[in-house]
């Protein structure tokens, strides 16, 4: 059944394409989108046009085929980062890398890259710090691991051989095969460890959070020095994890408390 934009005004027609095309796991046609929108072409045309030029739909390389822009991601990864970072969701942040001992943070794919939005600091400073707005490989971090892992099987495999895998440590994975392996046994498992992979010392771990729907839209990880704690023992984070981003997915599409009262106070 073909979807229905919820309006005929442009802005709902704009974002129906915009959801469309970002639902799905390979690049579509002009055609296709006015066809599962129910849209005229040449108001479909006219639409795609608008969205490409401003970055958030753009044509899949070597194709007239549309996937969603660069614009659009960075975009998501700021919106998802802001979400993260309310009073409610940041101390759900804080208990969990209190309970565990350790700092925790929360990262997003963008651009093929491991963004991370949000951390906290429980313990002296040792190795491996992730901090909001730095960057890491998604080759070999856990949250990397998870995003490519969800990923369907030809997708994932076609990431993965497009990547430059960089060698960072002796125990960075680089050959691609071997990194599908390590990805499928992430996707049965449902959730990601790494062995010094990309700074020698550091394991980390890290579990999925998803939506209402079970979408994935974010990672809550954890990277600890060897020394303290060894990669066989970061078997015990993933349990206090787990419960903390079921508690991030209930409430991430929920307004918090104190946003609502200043909204009540300025009304």
Not at 189 to 209: D, H, L, M, Q, S
Request: charged share 25%; with cysteine.
């Amino acid at each position: 059944m073909a979807e229905q934009a919820r309006s005929d005004g442009p802005l709902d027609r704009a974002f129906a394409v915009v959801g469309h095309v970002a639902g799905q796991t390979k690049a579509v046609s002009v055609a296709e989108i006015a066809q599962a929108l129910s849209l005229p072409l040449p108001t479909a045309h006219r639409l795609i046009g608008n969205l490409e030029e401003r970055g958030l739909l753009q044509k899949a390389l070597g194709t007239k085929r549309y996937v969603v822009g660069n614009q659009l991601v960075t975009l998501s990864a700021k919106v998802i980062g802001a979400a993260f970072r309310t009073a409610r969701r940041h101390a759900v942040l804080r208990a969990v890398a209190g309970e565990i001992g350790e700092q925790c943070e929360i990262g997003v794919v963008r651009d093929n890259v491991v963004a991370y939005v949000d951390s906290v600091r429980v313990s002296q400073p040792q190795g491996l710090q992730f901090n909001p707005g730095e960057a890491a490989p998604i080759h070999c971090t856990s949250t990397g691991k998870i995003y490519m892992s969800r990923l369907p099987e030809r997708a994932r495999e076609k990431l993965c051989r497009a990547l430059a895998l960089t060698k960072y440590t002796e125990t960075t994975v680089v050959d691609c095969d071997a990194l599908l392996r390590v990805l499928e046994e992430t996707r049965r498992r449902g959730w990601a460890k790494t062995n010094e992979e990309y700074v020698k010392g550091v394991v980390g771990c890290a579990v999925p959070i998803v939506s209402p729907d079970r979408e994935l839209i974010a990672c809550l990880g954890v990277s600890v020095p060897v020394a303290r704690v060894s990669f066989a023992e970061l078997d015990r984070f993933i349990a206090p994890l787990q419960k903390a981003a079921a508690r991030l997915s209930e409430t991430i599409l929920q307004v918090d408390e104190d946003d609502a009262s200043v909204d009540q106070a300025e009304a």
